[in-house]
């Protein structure tokens, strides 16, 4: 479900450490005080807390806040750890991260050398 819902709106990842105990006001409070972004616009914001097995999310559905919270059985979310800021992850980066992969995936095939025949 989280897959389809990210499929249609922007996601911003906020890195570093989140108190997952904050309700939908302390996540906003988040993104408009120390990230200087609008939590009314039509995105949705990953938390993440200490022990990596764990998400929330927040989004604005225009009449009010929908926050989605994402347990792991098995495993742990590979998330970035610098200071506290919000990266907007591409659709493929949404895709890896739910998937437990780091959104830094090396290039499949790498690129080739302009000029040189073989």
Known sequence: MLNELAAGVQVYLVTGYTDLRKSI???AVIV???LN???YSKA???FCGRKCDR???LLWEGD????????LDNGRFQWPRNELEARKLTPQQ?????????I???KAIREGVQGVLY
């Open 25 to 27: 006001d302390g996540l």
């Open 32 to 34: 408009q005080g120390q």
């Open 37 to 39: 972004m609008d939590p």
């Open 44 to 46: 949705l914001f990953l």
């Open 55 to 57: 998400i929330k999310g």
């Open 64 to 71: 009010g806040f929908l926050m989605l919270y994402k347990r």
């Open 94 to 102: 949404t895709r890896w991260l739910l998937e437990g992969l780091s």
């Open 104 to 106: 830094e995936q090396p």
